[in-house]
């Protein structure tokens, strides 16, 4: 259903939008940069999950907001300063460290081509390559890019 890397300083992800089969319903956005600074990569089967997590994280994560009781999502949350938080199925964040980390359907692959040396973009297209729920535009944001992830609209 989709497949985010961070890989060195870099989050990238597919953009098939998941329509609960092999039907194709569009693309959209898996990775966002928080008003904190904040990297974040989202997966989730969940009609609207992404967006509430990512406002959810803006508006400070807090134990008292809590959104639906049993969320379904994979998230990789990297701060400015480069901590890193997982996310899997819960609210709870797991604090990691390493330079790589993957998360969606499509992990495997990517995990295997950086191992093979690709960088977090060619790890995605590999995955999409292989994965049949990855697909779409590959989208990617740096930890300390200014600029946002989306121009005028597309990826």
């Not at 989050?11 to 898996?30: F, I």
């Not at 460290?97 to 995605?124: E, H, P």
């Given at each position: 259903m989709s497949v985010v890397v961070y890989?060195?300083?870099?989050?990238?992800?597919?953009?098939?939008?998941?329509?609960?089969?092999?039907?194709?319903?569009?693309?959209?956005?898996?990775?966002?940069?928080l008003k904190d600074g904040s990297i974040v990569g989202i997966t989730s089967n969940q009609v609207g999950m992404p967006e509430a997590f990512v406002e959810w994280l803006n508006n400070g994560g807090s134990r008292d907001d809590l959104m639906p009781a049993s969320p379904s999502l994979s998230a990789i949350v990297v701060s400015p300063s480069g901590d890193i938080a997982l996310y899997d199925d819960g609210y709870t964040p797991s604090r990691v460290?390493?330079?790589?980390?993957?998360?969606?359907?499509?992990?495997?692959?990517?995990?295997?081509?950086?191992?093979?040396?690709?960088?977090?973009?060619?790890?995605?297209?590999?995955?999409?390559?292989?994965d049949l729920w990855c697909g779409g535009p590959i989208t990617s944001l740096a930890l300390n890019d200014t600029l946002p992830p989306l121009v005028k609209g597309k990826p």
């Open positions: 890989h060195k300083g870099v989050m990238a992800a597919d953009s098939r939008a998941y329509s609960g089969s092999a039907h194709p319903a569009g693309n959209k956005l898996k990775i966002h940069r460290w390493g330079d790589t980390f993957t998360i969606g359907s499509g992990r495997k692959y990517a995990l295997g081509a950086i191992a093979m040396g690709a960088d977090a973009k060619r790890a995605v297209e590999v995955a999409i390559e292989h």
